[in-house]
């Protein structure tokens, strides 16, 4: 959907009104998604504790870096001119709707995700293998598992709402 709109920042690739880094956070949280359960299947079914820790750390440092440089992008340019389609312009109840939701786990993934990582990195043994810490990793693990996938699909659905 071009636009002859010139909005400030810089103009995504994916050839919607979003800009470059939502563009990118879109795109990127399907490989994300997809990285994450290819780690979670390496430990559950294959045993392979050293490649999953591995695999989540980097997975957390390249989140980590896109959302910054996302919220960086959000904060100098802003979204909501796209998200109307024009200068000057107010989202829709139901984008800012949709916004609400998406915080929501966006906003519990960004503090669940670290802890179970930081407990992780504490309370399994060095090279990682099952223990004590195994059970309470396990739950904990899988909640920050749903709560990115729902951070995935809920930004998707922004996404779409408010750029296309």
């Known amino acids: 959907m071009p636009t002859d709109i010139d909005f400030p ?15 990118t956070v879109f795109l990127a949280m ?3 998604i997809l990285i994450m359960g290819w780690s979670i299947y390496q430990v559950r079914y294959r045993r392979r504790y050293a490649l999953h820790k591995r695999t989540q750390l980097t997975l957390a440092t390249v989140l980590l870096i896109a959302v910054v440089a996302f919220e960086i992008e ?6 909501e001119d796209r998200a109307a389609g024009e200068l000057g312009g107010s989202a829709s109840s139901t984008v ?19 802890v179970v990582i930081y407990r992780a990195l504490r309370r399994f043994p060095k090279p990682p293998a099952p223990g004590e810490h195994s059970r309470s990793h396990n739950f904990w693990a899988r909640l920050a598992a749903l709560d ?17």
Do not use: C, E, K, N
Request: aromatic letters at 24%; a neutral charge.
């Open 9 to 23: 920042g810089f103009d995504g690739y994916l050839g919607t009104r979003a800009s470059l880094m939502l563009d």
């Open 30 to 32: 399907f490989v994300v």
């Open 74 to 79: 959000m904060r100098v340019y802003g979204w």
């Open 96 to 114: 800012w709707f949709a916004l609400y939701v998406h915080l929501v786990f966006a906003i519990t993934s960004a503090v669940l995700w670290p």
């Open 148 to 164: 990115m996938l729902l951070t995935a699909i809920t930004g998707w659905v922004f996404y779409v709402l408010a750029f296309l």
